[in-house]
């Protein structure tokens, strides 16, 4: 029997070859329709390419291999059509730098110059910041020298203080607690030389040392040398002393546990460096001479003292318009400071240049590093630039300080002078400096020495109305704490949102209203952060409420000061 052929007869009688059996009703239905869907009957007007790809695709759909073959045609499709695409138009991507990061200041001062000189909105913000009371109570200090005497002496501590003026003056003080918790003796200590400060002063040049002796010799004894017979043990050479390297914010039992007993042994030890060798967090007998040694004992150099106080006289006959209220700045605007910040400020090629070989000769090999990346425009979204003369004067004008405002500017030498400050000037023609106060003859015994010149702005920023700082450190940090300690608990000092001002002087859009408003609202931050109290974690050089200084009015279980 034959079977039954479904095609057309052709006119032979080959017998067809067997069907494949069907699986089911239903596939022998799809597969009827699909057939009738492809069909292989092309529509007028196609190519010959098309009518082929058709026909293949007709083929395909027959068979159950479909799906086998789908990658090869999408790839085959893929490369068809690449090779009819042009690539002569290249996409391109814009990268925008993310806002902050770019300085542009300059152009945010060009535009609000005249809406700001014209603004007559307001009172004069010298004469009327810090009037709202304080949230914080006021605050009076409250360390006392002891009365009686002390035990006999567990030997000497000789100790080398590293870095700048007042990282010097962390060494000291850390030194006057320690000593007089292991009840020893201390040596008065030695300045490094650094190659950054390079100043060769010693202690007494920029400290009055018997003042400081008499103060503390109830508490702590000072002597300016270890005694000769000791001292025959080691040939005299101090070098020789056993010397403790000690990790940085060590507990004060490290130095009871560790420390005491080679004291005990030996009657002479040496620590260097010993600048930030304890703990914050201390038994309040500790901090108690922190206290002690930083704002009763420390007082300049007699010589340094007097130019200070008369150039705050000067200041203070400047401001006579406000009432010889004055505001200080301190300004870290000085090459080295630039350099070391990696931010790019007018990212001309002369600053460029400059920076690459200021971070040399102070940091050889630190910036250039394998691996290392510096990213400018991060580290001015992170708030960690310094501001510029330029901002900070548009700061202070957009916090309501008038052109009449008297300014003293602590800085060293600024960067490029000549073309920074011409716009902090033209917002404020009262500002004054060391050098424009005094004269060149009064400043000559100061002006090799870097820390004998920062004592100088210390004493003059300590005295005025108004603090600015602009880039941390020690230097404000120390200010911060002494001003407290002088008016009654609160700081009196600004201290910039500095990620916030570089949204702010990002923004080409911004007005002079919206500006002012952001930085009214910023100066009254600074104001209800005037009075702080010190948490466990903080500086006591900072934070001296309450551990130097107790509250005015006091109430039974508020927490007093346990230092009196």
Same mark, same amino acid.
């Given at each position: 029997m034959h079977s039954f052929n479904r095609l057309p007869s052709s006119g032979h009688s080959t017998p067809s070859p067997p069907q494949s059996p069907l699986r089911s009703p239903r596939l022998r239905h799809q597969r009827s329709s699909k057939t009738a869907r492809f069909s292989p009957v092309q529509p007028p007007g196609r190519t010959v390419a098309q009518r082929f790809a058709w026909a293949f695709l007709s083929v395909l759909l027959r068979r159950q291999g479909l799906f086998l073959f789908a990658p090869l045609i999408y790839i085959s499709g893929m490369l068809l059509y690449m090779g009819t695409a042009s690539f002569d138009v290249v996409p391109i991507i814009k990268h925008r730098p993310a806002p902050g990061s770019v300085y542009r200041s300059p152009q945010i001062y060009a535009k609000l110059r005249s809406d700001m000189n014209s603004d007559n909105s307001s009172v004069d913000a010298i004469s009327t910041i810090w009037k709202s009371p304080y949230k914080g109570g006021h605050w009076k200090p409250c360390v006392n020298s002891s009365l009686e005497g002390l035990p006999e002496s567990n030997g000497y501590i000789y100790i080398e203080a590293n870095g700048g003026l007042n990282q010097q003056r962390t060494s000291i003080c850390n030194a006057v607690a320690v000593a007089g918790f292991l009840n020893a003796t201390l040596v008065i200590p030695n300045f490094h030389y650094h190659s950054i400060w390079k100043d060769p002063s010693k202690f007494r040049d920029i400290y009055d040392e018997e003042y400081f002796i008499e103060t503390l010799k109830n508490d702590v004894r000072v002597v300016d040398k270890v005694p000769e017979y000791l001292m025959e043990r080691f040939g005299s050479n101090m070098t020789i002393v056993h010397n403790f390297r000690i990790k940085a914010w060590s507990s004060i039992t490290y130095y009871r546990d560790v420390v005491l007993p080679k004291l005990l042994e030996e009657k002479v030890i040496r620590i260097s460096p010993f600048a930030n060798r304890l703990s914050f967090d201390a038994p309040p007998a500790v901090q108690r001479l922190r206290c002690l040694a930083n704002y009763e004992a420390l007082r300049f150099s007699s010589p340094i003292l007097t130019i200070g106080e008369s150039l705050v006289e000067r200041m203070r006959e400047r401001s006579a318009i406000n009432g010889g209220k004055y505001v200080s700045i301190h300004l870290r605007f000085e090459e080295d400071m630039v350099a070391f910040s990696c931010c790019v400020f007018d990212g001309g090629k002369q600053e460029r240049d400059d920076m690459i070989a200021?971070?040399?000769?102070?940091?050889?090999?630190?910036?250039?590093?394998?691996?290392?990346?510096?990213?400018?425009?991060?580290?001015?979204?992170?708030?960690?630039?310094?501001?510029?003369?330029?901002?900070?004067?548009?700061?202070?004008?957009?916090?309501?300080?008038?052109?009449?405002?008297?300014? $003293?500017?602590?800085?060293? #030498?600024?960067?490029?002078?000549? !073309?920074?400050?011409?716009? =902090? %000037?033209?917002?404020? *023609? @009262?500002?004054?400096?060391?050098?424009?106060?005094?004269?060149?003859?009064?400043?000559?015994?100061?002006?090799?020495?870097?820390?004998?010149?920062?004592?100088?702005?210390?004493?003059?920023?300590?005295?005025?109305?108004?603090?600015?700082?602009?880039?941390?450190?020690?230097?404000?940090?120390?200010?911060?704490?002494?001003?407290?300690?002088? $008016?009654?608990?609160?700081? #009196?000092?600004?201290?910039?949102? !500095?990620?916030?001002?570089? =949204? %702010?002087?990002?923004? *080409? @859009?911004?007005?002079?209203?919206?500006?002012?408003?952001?930085?009214?609202?910023?100066?009254?931050?600074?104001?209800?952060?005037?009075?702080?109290?010190?948490?466990?974690?903080?500086?006591?050089?900072?934070?001296?409420?309450?551990?130097?200084?107790?509250?005015?009015?006091?109430?039974?279980?508020?927490?007093?000061?346990?230092?009196?």
């Open positions: 200021a971070r040399e000769r102070g940091w050889k090999g630190k910036f250039t590093k394998p691996g290392r990346v510096i990213r400018p425009g991060a580290i001015r979204i992170n708030g960690k630039c310094p501001l510029t003369p330029l901002e900070v004067g548009l700061m202070l004008r957009g916090m309501g300080f008038t052109k009449n405002t008297s300014i $003293y500017l602590a800085s060293g #030498k600024i960067y490029n002078a000549e !073309k920074t400050m011409a716009p =902090l %000037l033209e917002m404020f *023609p @009262n500002l004054q400096t060391k050098e424009t106060l005094a004269s060149e003859e009064e400043l000559a015994p100061f002006k090799n020495f870097s820390s004998r010149m920062a004592a100088i702005d210390y004493t003059v920023c300590l005295h005025s109305e108004v603090f600015v700082t602009t880039q941390g450190g020690n230097f404000p940090h120390f200010l911060l704490g002494h001003r407290r300690y002088l $008016y009654g608990g609160h700081s #009196k000092t600004i201290k910039p949102d !500095k990620r916030k001002l570089a =949204l %702010l002087f990002d923004n *080409p @859009n911004i007005g002079w209203r919206g500006l002012r408003r952001q930085l009214l609202n910023m100066r009254s931050h600074s104001d209800s952060k005037g009075v702080e109290l010190k948490r466990p974690n903080d500086s006591i050089y900072s934070f001296p409420c309450p551990g130097c200084m107790c509250p005015v009015n006091r109430t039974e279980g508020s927490r007093s000061s346990s230092t009196t």
